[in-house]
């Protein structure tokens, strides 16, 4: 599979997956993760579209992350500018669709907001993006900005990685039974043993957890669904955001997939294959 890496103007350098021809997908991965989420799918749709999936900054494999640069803070305006760079260093002028999972949502959906008419469609899944929206007791944890939070939160991030991250594994893979042992060992080995990823979530966990974080989300989604192609896939039984978000994504048409839990890309890719191309082959 194609990858390369590429510096865009404001420093950030970013692994990118780029692979296939036509329409153009972007799709921006979730958290604990990295571009290799979309692999799966990538192979299955790679003959019909061009597939870009960057780390985004900060993310990557363990041993082969690129550090944020100090000028990065995981703002909103930080991301929708790190999307418009990151398009514009590729030469990509032209209406894309935009897949989105996770904190990848968190990113895309700004950006998209604001380049209506740059999109050609938009597939959510498993995403949050919701007003007054509650984290889980770690996430406040990871993001308490106080000079003793930061060191709370730093020693909670150092002890995933104890035991070769036995404890992260321990953990994860109860939350996610539908994975593989093998897929819950790449996330160990590119998140709960890699530091920067690590450092690059308290990073963006301090934005993420403020209370007016997600103010007027609500009103960029639906100003995404009133303008173009809108499709949510929505693995039940997350552990992390409630099936209930699904249809407060306001996308025109919501799947809801039984026994998948969060990290679709990995676990139902036929069916996020198949309306993909059934969504965004119709709009191009």
């Given at each position: 599979?194609?990858?390369?890496?590429?510096?865009?103007p404001?420093?950030?350098?970013?692994?990118?997956?780029?692979?296939?021809?036509?329409?153009?997908?972007?799709?921006?991965?979730?958290?604990?993760?990295?571009?290799?989420?979309?692999?799966?799918?990538?192979?299955?749709?790679?003959?019909?579209?061009?597939?870009?999936?960057?780390?985004?900054?900060?993310?990557?494999?363990?041993?082969?992350?690129?550090?944020?640069?100090?000028?990065?803070?995981?703002?909103?305006?930080?991301?929708?500018?790190?999307?418009?760079?990151?398009?514009?260093?590729?030469?990509?002028?032209?209406?894309?669709?935009?897949?989105?999972?996770?904190?990848?949502?968190?990113?895309?959906?700004?950006?998209?907001?604001?380049?209506?008419?740059?999109?050609?469609?938009?597939?959510?899944?498993?995403?949050?993006?919701?007003?007054?929206?509650?984290?889980?007791?770690?996430?406040?944890?990871?993001?308490?900005?106080?000079?003793?939070?930061?060191?709370?939160?730093?020693?909670?991030?150092?002890?995933?990685?104890?035991?070769?991250?036995?404890?992260?594994?321990?953990?994860?893979?109860?939350?996610?039974?539908?994975?593989?042992?093998?897929?819950?060992?790449?996330?160990?080995?590119?998140?709960?043993?890699?530091?920067?990823?690590?450092?690059?979530?308290?990073?963006?966990?301090?934005?993420?957890?403020?209370?007016?974080?997600?103010?007027?989300?609500?009103?960029m989604?639906?100003?995404?669904?009133?303008?173009?192609?809108t499709?949510?896939?929505?693995?039940?039984?997350?552990?992390?955001?409630?099936?209930?978000?699904?249809?407060?994504?306001?996308?025109?048409?919501?799947?809801?997939?039984?026994?998948?839990?969060?990290?679709?890309?990995?676990v139902?890719?036929?069916?996020?294959?198949?309306?993909?191309r059934?969504?965004?082959?119709?709009?191009?």
């Amino acid at each position: 599979m194609k990858e390369y890496d590429i510096t865009l103007p404001n420093g950030i350098k970013v692994r990118t997956i780029d692979e296939g021809k036509g329409p153009v997908l972007l799709l921006l991965h979730g958290n604990p993760d990295n571009a290799d989420e979309w692999k799966p799918l990538i192979n299955l749709l790679k003959n019909e579209f061009r597939c870009l999936a960057p780390d985004l900054p900060g993310y990557g494999r363990q041993g082969k992350t690129n550090p944020l640069p100090g000028n990065f803070d995981y703002s909103i305006n930080a991301q929708i500018e790190f999307i418009d760079a990151f398009l514009s260093q590729l030469d990509i002028h032209e209406r894309i669709s935009l897949i989105i999972h996770d904190i990848g949502g968190i990113m895309g959906i700004p950006w998209a907001a604001k380049h209506l008419d740059r999109l050609n469609a938009v597939i959510y899944t498993n995403t949050v993006a919701f007003p007054n929206f509650k984290w889980f007791d770690t996430a406040y944890r990871w993001g308490n900005d106080s000079p003793s939070g930061r060191k709370i939160a730093q020693f909670s991030m150092n002890a995933i990685g104890w035991f070769d991250g036995w404890i992260f594994k321990t953990i994860f893979s109860k939350q996610h039974p539908q994975l593989s042992s093998q897929r819950v060992d790449r996330f160990v080995l590119d998140f709960a043993l890699n530091p920067i990823a690590k450092e690059t979530t308290l990073c963006e966990f301090r934005q993420l957890v403020k209370p007016d974080f997600f103010n007027g989300f609500d009103l960029m989604l639906k100003s995404i669904s009133e303008s173009v192609a809108t499709l949510t896939i929505w693995g039940e039984d997350d552990p992390y955001v409630s099936n209930h978000f699904a249809n407060e994504l306001f996308a025109r048409k919501t799947l809801l997939l039984p026994n998948t839990g969060h990290w679709v890309p990995l676990v139902a890719t036929d069916v996020m294959a198949r309306e993909i191309r059934v969504l965004c082959k119709n709009k191009v």
